[in-house]
């Protein structure tokens, strides 16, 4: 198979590549930097079946050549990336999933796209399932991100009701592991950097508010799994491993081996106050469920950062 990744030099774009690169497939990662970078994919730069494209697929884009499957990552994800990028979410999310869509189309491929559990908002259903519609302020300053994904949503069941294209939806829940930009504002990589470096661990609002974390691994076997099921979704991907922001940031200090003291910061506005996926469907339909246990994952995590540079990888946009 020969599969293009946009936003395949991102955290979670990159994982994908590596992956379809280790069970055998073409792998082509699509991405414009502006949250990724060259550095995540450097280590597959030798492989013959690798390619790395520069493009902002914004713009209208095409692949040269046989393609199989599109996974659809381009995309700020992380809340601090977004709010500083809200038009460039905003397009990415319609005009980019719409030339991802067309690209699926013209080459007769599957398009899987990555949508997010942020299509819940400030849920009012806990845990989450797919027929939840969804609380979420389209005016506040995370619509442009959680708008964006539902429009994505939209369209890319539009494709494939009207023509014919072999669509996937996932809704990824919280994911960490190793490549995320230690600078990127989400709690787990500024929990860790904080850790790692002695500094206050900043938790936002009285830190009872909850995520549900999943090691990066365990989603990338779910993901391709739905690449190769012909699934409509939505189908929610995430571990159902609920916690508090402050459990987790004490839950880091403590796997540190750090002294830093936690310190409350003002809570962001909108910020979801519960969020756990409801998994039911990802086990029936694809067989899945995450396996890897969240301290081992948060210790590794912990490990890759503790190598990087201060600051992490470079970031061409900033
Ligand atoms: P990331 O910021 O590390 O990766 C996003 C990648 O997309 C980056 O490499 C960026 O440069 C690229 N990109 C952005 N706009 C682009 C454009 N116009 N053209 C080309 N490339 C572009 O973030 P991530 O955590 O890896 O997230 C990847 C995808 O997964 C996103 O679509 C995100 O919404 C979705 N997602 C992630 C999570 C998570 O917990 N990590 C949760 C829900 C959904
Ligand atoms: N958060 C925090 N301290 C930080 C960064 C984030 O307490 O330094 C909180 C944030 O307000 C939210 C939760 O951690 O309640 C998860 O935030 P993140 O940005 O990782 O993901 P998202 O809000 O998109 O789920």
Known sequence: MRVVVTGGAGFLGSHLCEKVL?????????????TGSPANV???RHEESFQLLELDVSEPFT?????????????PASPVDYLRMPIETLKVGSLGTL?????????????VLASTSEVYGDPEVH??????????????????YDEAKRFAEALTLAYRQSHGVNTGIVRIFNTFGPRMRPNDGRAIPNFVRQALAGEPVTVSGDGSQTRSICYVDDLVEAILRMMDAE?????????????SMKDLAAWIVRLAGSSSPITFIERPV??????RPDTTRAESLLGWEPHVPIEDALKWTIGW????PLGGPPLSAQ
């Open 22 to 34: 280790a069970r055998g497939d073409e792998a082509v990662a699509v991405d414009n930097f502006c």
């Open 42 to 44: 450097e280590h597959l």
């Open 63 to 75: 692949v040269e050549g046989q393609v199989d499957a599109v996974l659809h990552f381009a995309s």
């Open 99 to 111: 030339h991802a869509l067309e690209l699926a189309q013209a080459k007769g491929a599957r398009l």
């Open 127 to 144: 845990p989450q399932p797919e027929t939840y519609w969804g609380n979420v302020n389209p005016v506040g300053p995370r619509g442009v």
């Open 231 to 243: 699934h409509a979704g939505p189908i929610n991907i995430g571990n159902p491993h609920e916690i």
């Open 270 to 275: 909108d910020d979801p106050t519960v969020r």
């Open 305 to 308: 950062f503790r190598d990087q």
